[in-house]
């Protein structure tokens, strides 16, 4: 223990010492610092005062360069040497760099920035007056100076600083011959001067080259002629003879209208060769686009000068389709000519349209030149109502040659009336016209025509077709569903309940009338296409022809239903109304099929086979389900007709009912028999024998209904209650009353059957006393299922609609 504090002792004065060492270093270091400091302290100001000399004297230098350089760019612009002139611009611009911060303190500094500025544009005002005159010439140039210095006075509040310095600059630059290589230091002078200087000037060159066009070729004005008008109304008693232009002047004139554009062209061209490529075709660098700037400029003026003429010339012309037409076909071809020149002859690479430029459309980031084409031409796009008129005018001529032209056109899978291709073959040829000279406004014009036309066309086709007759009067009543009249459809269109007689081969026609819709609709949907392809962008969205296909939709669901009615009528002439002639309640034996049967055979066989030959299978179905269903409603009504069926008349009816079954249930395989004489044709390809499924039910339902009814006119009177509880299913009393008047039961027989039936005894006699007309009992339930029939049929036919 005595050990372990001795060692604690120890160490304890150990760390003593070593704090105390450490202090003492720590004193030393501070003071030797503060030694170094003081020997150190003048070579610090040694230091400071060498860098601030070397900044003075660079500060010194520099001054003395750029007052220099202002000096030398004093004389090079009196000896108009502008290639050293843009290198001093270079040099000035970098030293004025480093006295930026002090100009706004020090006054000799910004005299001397003004001197530079001065200078500077003095010097510009020599390059482009020198240009000026190598362009025009001296004395035109001089012409388009004094009216800049009468502009400069009258609008400029320095005007008097303005025109001495423009004045001085003219006298100076009197004396200089702007030489290919005064030029062309012009030019690195220029763009010494930096990208907005150069571009002003590009563009005041290019209005100086067309100054001469702008008073050659701008429209008359309208005050002018109005004067010229005015000056004639002398005297209503006296008749003034003015005078006539001479040749000239009316030459003059003439080269202004529309009908004398292409002598615009000529002058600019001309332009191009004689002045723009000879003088300064190997001046101007190729990145500064100067042609292409000068065809723009060119263009634009020539589109100002077309709007003022179609908005303010001479009526004619803006009303001319052949005029204008024209005017913007040699305008596009010289647009492309011009487009063409640039990139072969200048090595012009144009962006593509929807490149963006700069706001006068020079261009664009890449050094790229916006397109010409349409510059000039777009001028036109709001006034091409005579060209649409032209183009309306010729489709109708073709609408009125439709008319009467039942020409078919057998070329294609199905025959189509050939006015229907001519049509489609003239819009082809429309578009492609029209797309060559403009796909704007007036592209959408032309659309709006082809869709009208389409729609007259549509009108065309839908009087092909047999005239409606007066609907003919139905049985009211009938409560067995899908039985009941032959036009009990609902909606607004009243085609839906109309009636139709067709004469002998016109079916031919209607088939013709759907052939011709199918092909209308399916072109018409690639017309669409094409029209949206075509046209640009910003009118895509107003591209729509849906209407236009339901038109032709509609009339072709209108033209089945007139075959339907036009055969069920043929039917119901020659065949049932033989059927409600012959005399049912003293028929005494069954044979074969009645000779009504036989007509039904000698009607519908070559119709429908002709049809079936003639139509898509799509549109046949559709056909033999319709006359299926009318056929059936139509032979009920007239078995409903009948006074009195006998039973050997209901069983001769009955085997007349399945001979006319088996018929139906082959009609949508009939095919031409041979032998025959028949116009109609075997379906290309061959078709099925068999009749398809959903068909065959709906044939077998309802001619199943027609025999139920048969039935029980047959069935004995004391068996008939309880065979009709079973064989009409959801039978009414009406209907029972329906059967025993076919049956001619005695009136008291009918009330007995009546209560029997579970009718009460005095509605039973009321029912017995009225007769076949008792079906007014059940009116309201027999209105009601048949309006529940007409939505259900409504229902399918938008149903099939969605899907087209």
């Not at 004193?27 to 400071?48: C, H, R, Y």
């Not at 020149?341 to 700069?358: H, I, M, S």
């Not at 009528?569 to 005399?583: A, C, I, P, T, Y």
């Not at 519908?604 to 549109?619: K, Q």
Request: net charge neutral; hydrophobic share 35%.
């Amino acid at each position: 223990a005595a050990a372990t504090r001795q060692n604690v002792q120890d160490a304890k004065a150990s760390i003593t010492t070593l704090t105390q060492r450490i202090y003492l270093v720590k004193d030393k270091a501070a003071q030797s610092e503060q030694a170094v400091q003081l020997i150190t302290k003048d070579m610090k100001m040694l230091d400071n005062a060498k860098r601030h000399l070397f900044r003075t004297i660079t500060t010194l230098k520099r001054l003395h360069m750029l007052v220099h350089a202002v000096e030398e760019l004093r004389l090079v612009k009196h000896k108009s040497d502008y290639a050293a002139a843009s290198q001093l611009v270079q040099a000035i611009r970098i030293l004025n760099g480093h006295f930026n911060q002090y100009q706004a303190k020090v006054p000799a500094l910004q005299k001397l920035a003004r001197t530079v500025q001065d200078l500077q544009t003095e010097l510009l005002q020599q390059v482009v007056q020198g240009f000026r005159r190598t362009a025009l010439g001296v004395e035109q140039a001089g012409l388009v100076e004094q009216q800049e210095i009468h502009n400069a006075e009258t609008k400029s509040p320095d005007g008097e600083r303005r025109s001495s310095v423009i004045v001085e600059e003219e006298n100076t630059s009197m004396l200089v011959v702007m030489t290919s290589d005064v030029m062309k230091g012009g030019v690195l002078y220029l763009d010494a001067l930096g990208d907005n200087v150069r571009d002003d000037f590009i563009q005041n060159f290019c209005k100086d080259l067309l100054r001469p066009y702008v008073e050659e070729f701008s429209p008359p004005k309208p005050e002018a002629e109005g004067k010229k008008q005015t000056e004639k109304r002398v005297s209503s008693f006296h008749v003034v003879q003015q005078p006539e232009p001479d040749a000239d002047e009316k030459a003059k004139q003439s080269k202004r209208l529309l009908d004398s554009v292409e002598q615009r062209f000529l002058w600019f061209r001309g332009v191009l060769e004689d002045e723009m490529q000879p003088k300064f075709g190997a001046i101007f660098p190729s990145e500064w686009h100067v042609q292409a700037s000068l065809a723009r400029a060119f263009l634009k003026l020539t589109h100002d000068h077309y709007l003022t003429l179609l908005q303010k010339g001479p009526r004619q012309d803006a009303t001319n389709a052949t005029i204008l037409l024209k005017a913007l076909q040699k305008t596009l071809v010289f647009e492309k000519e011009i487009t063409a020149w640039l990139q072969l002859e200048c090595q012009t690479v144009f962006a593509p349209e929807k490149a963006g430029g700069d706001k006068d459309g020079n261009t664009t980031q890449k050094n790229r030149v916006n397109p010409l084409i349409g510059v000039a031409s777009i001028a036109f796009d709001n006034f091409m109502e005579p060209y649409i008129t032209l183009e309306e005018q010729s489709m109708k001529e073709q609408l009125v040659e439709a008319l009467e032209d039942r020409t078919v056109d057998n070329r294609g899978e199905r025959p189509v009336f050939i006015s229907s291709t001519n049509l489609f073959v003239y819009i082809k040829g429309s578009i492609t016209r029209c797309t060559n000279l403009t796909k704007g406004k007036p592209f959408l014009q032309l659309y709006q025509a082809f869709s009208e036309s389409l729609r007259k066309y549509s009108q065309i086709l839908n009087g092909k077709l047999p005239k409606a007759i007066s609907a003919p009067s139905t049985l009211p009543g009938i409560s067995i569903a899908g039985l009941g009249s032959k036009s009990n459809t609902s909606g607004t269109d009243t085609s839906l309940s109309e009636s139709y007689k067709i004469p002998k081969g016109e079916e031919v026609t209607v088939c013709h009338v759907i052939s011709t819709c199918e092909y209308c609709t399916d072109t018409v949907e690639a017309l669409e296409e094409l029209i949206r392809d075509l046209i640009e962008p910003k009118y895509q969205g107003k591209i729509d022809m849906m209407a236009d296909q339901e038109l032709f939709h509609d009339l072709t669901a209108k033209s089945i239903r007139v075959m339907v009615s036009g055969l069920t009528n043929r039917v119901e002439d020659f065949g049932l109304k033989q059927m409600s002639s012959m005399n049912w309640g003293q028929w005494e034996s069954v044979g074969e099929e009645s000779d009504y049967v036989r007509v039904l055979h000698q009607e519908l066989e070559p119709f429908v086979t002709t049809v079936r030959s003639l139509l898509p299978t799509s549109y046949f179905r559709a056909f033999c389900d319709k006359f299926a269903a009318s056929f059936t409603s139509t032979y009920f009504e007239t078995a409903l007709k009948l006074k009195r069926i006998s039973e050997p008349g209901t069983q001769q009816l009955l085997l007349d009912v399945y001979n006319l079954k088996t018929l139906f249930l082959k009609l949508p395989v009939l095919e031409e028999s041979k032998g025959t004489t028949t116009t109609a044709l075997k379906k290309p390809g061959g078709g099925s024998t068999i009749a398809p499924a959903m068909y065959t039910k709906l044939v077998s339902k309802q001619f199943g209904k027609i025999e139920t009814l048969l039935k029980l006119v047959g069935t004995p009177t004391d068996m008939l209650i309880e065979n009709f509880k079973m064989q009409w299913v959801g039978g009414t009393t009406a209907d029972l009353t329906t059967v025993m008047t076919l049956k001619q039961i005695k009136r008291p027989e009918q009330v007995a059957l009546l209560e029997k039936f579970g009718l009460d005894p005095a509605k039973a006699l009321k029912g017995a006393t009225m007769g076949i007309s008792s079906t007014n009992l059940m009116t309201e339930r027999v209105q009601a299922v048949t309006s529940d029939l007409n939505n259900m049929r409504q229902k399918v036919d938008d149903f099939r609609k969605s899907f087209r």
